[in-house]
Nanobody
């Protein structure tokens, strides 16, 4: 059974940092590209960052470039999203996703950026 379990979300002040984690199981993690998406209230889900199966290449939405870093640990079967210089507009539920021959979603972790 495939499981993607996100953690690390919470309330943070503008300018602060959070690190999200996504622990994966039930599929061959080292064969999957991993992604982070987010969905703000009343908005569509958007792609934030992608990392290839090896971790050798990453890609970011323009809103995340320079502030967010996606990484993965293929021993721990975990993908991370380090978020710095957070802004109120980063408030959203953040989801990790695994891209293999199928597409899998986690349940999401909420991030609120507010003073």
């Amino acid at each position: 059974q495939v499981q993607l379990v996100e953690s690390g979300g919470g309330l943070v002040q503008p300018g602060g940092s959070l690190r999200l984690s996504c622990a994966a199981s039930g599929f061959t993690f080292t064969s999957a590209a991993m992604r982070w998406y987010r969905q703000a209230p009343g908005k569509e889900r958007e792609l934030v960052a992608t990392v290839t199966s090896s971790g050798g290449s990453t890609n970011y939405a323009s809103s995340a470039k320079g502030r967010f870093t996606i990484s993965r640990d293929n021993v721990k079967n975990t993908v991370y999203l380090q978020m710095n210089s957070l802004k109120p507009e980063d408030t959203a539920v953040y989801y990790c996703a695994a891209v293999t021959v199928r597409f899998y979603w986690g349940q999401g972790t909420p991030v609120t950026v507010s003073s």
